[in-house]
């Protein structure tokens, strides 16, 4: 499996704010920045600069909804985000095998001396 990395994208979901915000969205279905920001410990203006940071690499779409933006959770960037994610780990896994085996040869080596 050939994913190609965005580092925007993981850049974004790397912020453990962040990611609690695309969890609640996910739960609500979507969310304002005043709402989000009634189940978070920053201000709602600390919060509309995350909803605009997951905007920009796709990951939130927003729609005006009188004075706020009502912001959802887009499925197909959240499903590439999936992808890439286990796209690496099945890289670090085969990776981590290999230094398994390494090891277990050295260690294997070293009880025959």
Same mark, same amino acid.
């Given at each position: 499996?050939?994913?190609?990395?965005?580092?925007?994208?993981?850049?974004?979901?790397?912020?453990?704010?962040?990611?609690?915000?695309?969890?609640?969205?996910?739960?609500?279905?979507?969310?304002?920045?005043?709402?989000?920001?009634?189940?978070?410990?920053?201000?709602?203006? @600390?919060? @509309?600069?995350?909803?605009?940071?997951?905007?920009?690499?796709?990951?939130?779409?927003?729609?005006?909804?009188?004075?706020?933006?009502?912001?959802?959770?887009?499925?197909?960037?959240?499903?590439?985000?999936? @992808?890439?994610?286990?796209?690496?780990?099945?890289?670090?896994?085969?990776?981590?095998?290999?230094?398994?085996?390494?090891?277990? @040869?050295?260690?294997?080596?070293?009880?025959?001396?």
């Amino acid at each position: 499996m050939s994913t190609v990395i965005d580092d925007d994208l993981w850049s974004a979901i790397g912020d453990p704010t962040r990611r609690r915000m695309l969890d609640l969205l996910l739960s609500a279905g979507d969310g304002t920045a005043t709402t989000l920001s009634e189940q978070l410990p920053v201000t709602r203006q @600390a919060v @509309a600069k995350h909803l605009g940071v997951l905007d920009r690499v796709g990951l939130v779409r927003g729609a005006p909804a009188g004075r706020e933006v009502r912001y959802r959770v887009d499925d197909e960037q959240l499903a590439r985000a999936v @992808a890439q994610l286990s796209s690496v780990g099945a890289t670090w896994d085969a990776r981590l095998r290999r230094i398994k085996r390494i090891s277990e @040869a050295i260690q294997r080596r070293q009880s025959a001396k």
